[in-house]
């Protein structure tokens, strides 16, 4: 993985719902621009400008195919990141053990 990149911020950036709720939709594979605009009412200005700092480490791609821009997202890199985290891996050991003690 790249590690030219602040994780703090790239953490910050990737639960930031205005970010996330983009991310989302790329879930299960890439999307076009136009079905992202539609989708969740903003322009594609705004979606490149929110999404540029994960385009620019490699988190999304960016794509153009003839006129149509596609985005997709590396689900291996973010799920790196994710689990680097020590604040990530902290909520989800104590959720794993809440779910233990009620069970």
Do not use: C, W
């Not at 490149?48 to 997709?72: C, D, P, S, W």
């Amino acid at each position: 993985m790249n590690e030219n990149f602040d994780k703090r911020k790239m953490i910050e950036i990737l639960v930031d719902p205005d970010i996330s709720i983009i991310l989302l939709e790329l879930e299960d594979g890439g999307k076009e621009s136009v079905y992202l605009t539609q989708k969740l009412q903003i322009s594609d200005t705004e979606i490149k400008k929110r999404l540029a700092y994960v385009i620019q480490h490699g988190f999304v791609m960016m794509n153009q195919n003839e006129n149509k821009i596609i985005f997709t997202v590396d689900k291996e890199k973010l799920n790196k990141i994710m689990e680097m985290d020590e604040n990530f891996s902290g909520v989800v050991d104590g959720l794993t053990e809440l779910d233990q003690y009620l069970n």
